[in-house]
């Protein structure tokens, strides 16, 4: 699977051509047609990237952006970023679904990355983290339910997901942002997560700056984010 200038293809090992699952079918009846040229006309052609295969290969995970009409003066101006949106395609009819859509507001939405699709196909993993604050985690969105839930989620740095082949567990890199990452391993409700590693143990008694995350505005007023670094052994109220 692939996509092309927007659109997603599929091809099999004995396919002579790729089949393309998102190009706009051509109408049977002529009025149709017209009808759906000046649909086209007001609305920006929807553009798809590929993502991932579902485990049985019946499924594939696309990505799009929110479509949008041509500006219209007299309507208040859209969004500069329209939000992504996550569709289940069909791989043998073509037939696609949307699943899920990022929030409008571009300051609450995530950054979300696809860890991996569990083997019985109902659960998509994502890694997770807000782009304002130190909020990151593990979320399992559910195919059929279409909902969002966090497996794991807290200020702490993850990294590196990986799902085990049977999707019984995980393993990742996380550290609380100031020392150096260590392995964990967890089952798939991450209980009572393990530590697998300790590598830098020189460092347990070293005096390491903290870090904070913070807000400011640049020269046009657009807000930017930092990481403050802290003085070891720092004292609130005291001047540095």
């Not at 969105?141 to 702490?156: H, P, W």
């Not at 085990?164 to 609380?176: H, K, L, N, P």
Request: overall charge negative.
């Amino acid at each position: 699977a692939y996509a092309e200038k927007g659109d997603v293809f599929v091809m099999g090992f004995d396919d002579k051509e790729p089949r393309s699952l998102t190009a706009d079918k051509e109408p049977a009846d002529k009025t149709d047609k017209a009808k759906e040229d000046k649909t086209v006309e007001k609305k920006k052609k929807q553009t798809f990237g590929v993502s991932r295969f579902s485990p049985d290969g019946g499924l594939l995970l696309c990505t799009s952006t929110r479509p949008q009409a041509d500006e219209d003066k007299d309507k208040p101006a859209k969004p500069a970023n329209p939000p992504r949106q996550y569709w289940l395609l069909n791989v043998k009819t073509g037939d696609k679904e949307m699943i899920y859509e990022l929030p409008e507001k571009e300051e609450d939405r995530p950054n979300l990355q696809l860890v991996d699709w569990s083997p019985n196909g109902q659960f998509l993993y994502f890694s997770f983290a807000a782009i304002d604050t130190y909020d990151r985690g593990l979320a399992q969105f559910d195919v059929r339910a279409k909902t969002m839930s966090f497996l794991v989620r807290s200020s702490r740095l993850y990294s590196q997901w990986r799902m085990s082949e049977d999707g019984a567990s995980f393993i990742d890199m996380e550290s609380d942002g100031d020392r150096p990452a260590e392995l964990y391993a967890a089952g798939a409700d991450w209980t009572k997560p393990l530590k697998l590693t300790d590598l830098n143990p020189q460092l347990k008694d070293k005096a390491l700056s903290h870090t904070e995350l913070i807000s400011y505005r640049d020269a046009d007023g657009k807000t930017l984010y930092g990481v403050l670094y802290y003085p070891t052994a720092y004292e609130k109220g005291k001047t540095y």
